[in-house]
């Protein structure tokens, strides 16, 4: 069976990215210390088309985002800056002409677009009838592979609290960035039924990954 | 020169106590899920006078809340459930009548109280005029060991925005509460000016170790 999971990096004090995202702050003011641990890793390397890059236990973890995974669901601000309605089809990403995805990308929209083709595999898709609907089209694409959803805060809790997602996984670093968007809110109590089933670390940062509780 | 610190066991969502603390739940619901890390080692069971527990890296963060210690400091909801004035001297602590301390311990309260002298060197101490007035009075009887805050959040918090706070570590387990009270808010955009000095862990928690960031 496909699986619907994440993994995503947060700051110890909460954040998944920091206040005033724009086009300078893809990920909001410090949002990129967060990342500092994978982009030195080899798996983030060989993501964008460049050699080097640290091997070992952040290597592995970075590894597990691409590790049969057969589509991307991200929310419109993951995308990018635009906000409101499409008024060109200038915008296609922060990844430039070939996106490190290379599946079929499904961004979460109020607005309609036509699907847009990269290079290297990746195509966006544009998603207006709801996330249940993004995650039954994702399936249809992977062809039986996972499905990863790829962030922001706001889409990972939607479908938490719609209980779709069957594994993730945490990456604690060391950042206090003081503001921003909280993984953890808008949950409902949850997320429940899940168990840790593995928690390492590097200097730089903790791994905890969770799968649903047996059982439940 | 004595250092004030604290140490705080908190959970993956960024809890340090469950909701609804009562008599029978001292740390809120689930609250005891934060601490099962602490309750396994070593050091727990001496201080509780208990023989056995586990040694290794969990036993030697516990243990850090004991090295040079002379005072404590903590806030009314720590020291018991009670609210408003003491209308008598029957509550003496959740922790019986030879408290784990065995140091004068500052409790923050706006209600005054003539002090508690316990068994095994714990005396409670009831402090009216703020946390500068505690912090004094701490420094003070702790005879030029470190003074530590026990919690919870609003105490710490309360220090922390005061930027009084020389030293700390997050035990961050891998329980997800879902609600109770938060470690990092009401923290205006802080705590700033502290750096990461130690990441590691253990299959149960991972500890997070904090001092003032140098050159500040």
Redesign the interface.
Known sequence: MPKLRFQISMS???YVAGPDQSVEDPIGRRGMELHEWAFATRTFHEMHGREGGDTGLDDEHAAGWNANMGAVIMGRNMFGPVRGPWTDDEWKGWWGPEPPYHTPVFVLTHHPREPVEMEGGTTFHFVTDGIESALAQAVEAAGGKDIAIGGGASTVQQYLRAGLVDEFE?H?T?A?L??GS???EN?A????G?E?VE????????H?R?TRATGM
Do not use: E, K, N
């Not at 109590?189 to 429940?192: E, Q, S, V």
């Open positions: 110890l004090d909460g945490i604690v060391p206090l003081g503001a909280r993984l953890f949950l109590d949850g997320p429940a899940y840790c928690l390492v670390s590097s200097p730089v940062v903790a905890y969770f």
